[in-house]
């Protein structure tokens, strides 16, 4: 939720998120922000080797484009 709706990390710390938590998953326990922080960068890391491997043994172009 956190990452997909692009919220701050800091938002598991707002007592209306705790609340909300509280009342969906009363049994939950909520990570910190610091917790969240680490373990998404473990995670973009883990994706980002992955993606690396991926295009390193594929022989093929790409090519990125963005608009801006």
């Known amino acids: 939720m956190i990452v997909l709706d692009e919220l701050p990390f800091s938002v598991v710390e ?3 998120f705790r609340h909300f938590c509280s009342v969906a998953a009363p049994r939950y326990l909520l990570p910190s922000r610091r917790t ?4 998404t960068l473990e995670m973009y890391l883990e ?3 992955k993606l690396k491997s991926l295009l390193a043994g594929n022989k093929q172009r790409v090519s ?3 608009d801006i």
């Open 14 to 16: 707002n007592a209306g």
């Open 36 to 39: 969240i922080s680490r373990d």
């Open 47 to 49: 994706e980002k080797a």
């Open 64 to 66: 990125l484009t963005t």
